[in-house]
C-alpha cells in the first residue's frame, strides 16, 4: 500500500532524547522528510534525509534511515517543553503524475517539565 | 525573506457554496503544492503547478481545481462544500519541479457548515 506508519503518540521528560519513528513505502523515494507542526499552525521543515545516507545529523536532531527494512527515526536530544508538537515523517514520489509528499498521520510528542 | 503566505486564515462557508483560496510561494519558487488536512490526519496531496502548468493530482474529485498565475502565486477552488472539505488547506513552494523541498505556508482553515 501507499501508507506511511508512524506511531501515534509519545511523552517525555523535559531533558530526556525523543525517538520518533516511521516506516515508508516507497524505496525509491530519493528523499524522506521530517515536519512539524505545532497546534494551529502549518508545517515547519525540521530536516531531511538523502536515501543514499544513512544518518544525519542536525544540531539536536538525528535522523537514521535503514533502507533495507524502509525504516525513518528523529532522535530529539534534550527534549523541552518547546518541542512539544506533531512530528510527520514524510517520503517524495515523483513520478510522470508529479510530485507529491506522501505524509504518515503524525506522531503527537508530548513533553512534561 | 518571506516565506509562504496564504490568505484568508480562516473561512466559513455553507454546504453547496463555492470557495477560492489563495498562496504565494516564496520569492524565486516556481512550483506550487497543495494539500488538504482533515483533523487527525496528515497532509494529503490535491495539486502541483509548476510553471502555470499542472503538473500532478491527487486522489480528488472534479470540484477542486486550481491555477497558478505568471507571478507564480497560486489559487485553490473547491466548489458545491461538502461538509467533509472542512479542513486545513496547506500550499507548499519549492524552487523547481521535481523532488525539491516543499515548504508550506500556515495554511488556510476552512469550515463547511
Known amino acids: 500500500g501507499e501508507d506511511v506508519e508512524q506511531s501515534l503518540f509519545l511523552s517525555v521528560r523535559e531533558g530526556d532524547s525523543s525517538v520518533i519513528n516511521c516506516t515508508y513505502t516507497d524505496s525509491s523515494s530519493t528523499y524522506l522528510y521530517w515536519y512539524k507542526q505545532e497546534p494551529g499552525a502549518g508545517l515547519q521543515l525540521l530536516t531531511y534525509?538523502?536515501?543514499?545516507?544513512d544518518m544525519k545529523q542536525d544540531q539536536r536532531l538525528t535522523v537514521l534511515l535503514n533502507k533495507k527494512d524502509k525504516h525513518l527515526s528523529l532522535r530529539i536530544a534534550d527534549t523541552q517543553t518547546g518541542d512539544s508538537a506533531i512530528y510527520f515523517c514524510?517520503?517524495?514520489?515523483?513520478?510522470?503524475?508529479?510530485?507529491?509528499?506522501?505524509f504518515g498521520k503524525g506522531t503527537t510528542l508530548s513533553v512534561s517539565s | 525573506d518571506a516565506g509562504v503566505t496564504q490568505s484568508p486564515t480562516h473561512l466559513i462557508k455553507t454546504r453547496g457554496q463555492q470557495v477560492t483560496l489563495r498562496c504565494s510561494p516564496i520569492s524565486g519558487h516556481k512550483s506550487v503544492s497543495w494539500y488538504q488536512q482533515v483533523l487527525g490526519q496528515g497532509p494529503q496531496f490535491i495539486f502541483q503547478y509548476y510553471e502555470k502548468e499542472e503538473r500532478g493530482r491527487g486522489n480528488f474529485p472534479d470540484r477542486f481545481s486550481a491555477r497558478q498565475f505568471p507571478n507564480y502565486s497560486s489559487e485553490l477552488n473547491v466548489n458545491a462544500l461538502l461538509l467533509g472539505d472542512s479542513a486545513l488547506y496547506l500550499c507548499?513552494?519549492?524552487?523547481?519541479?521535481?523532488?525539491?523541498?516543499?515548504?508550506f505556508g500556515p495554511g488556510t482553515r476552512l469550515t463547511v457548515l
Open positions: 534525509i538523502f536515501s543514499n545516507m
Open positions: 514524510a517520503e517524495i514520489h515523483f513520478n510522470q503524475a508529479g510530485t507529491a509528499l506522501i
Open positions: 507548499a513552494s519549492s524552487p523547481a519541479f521535481g523532488t525539491d523541498t516543499q515548504y
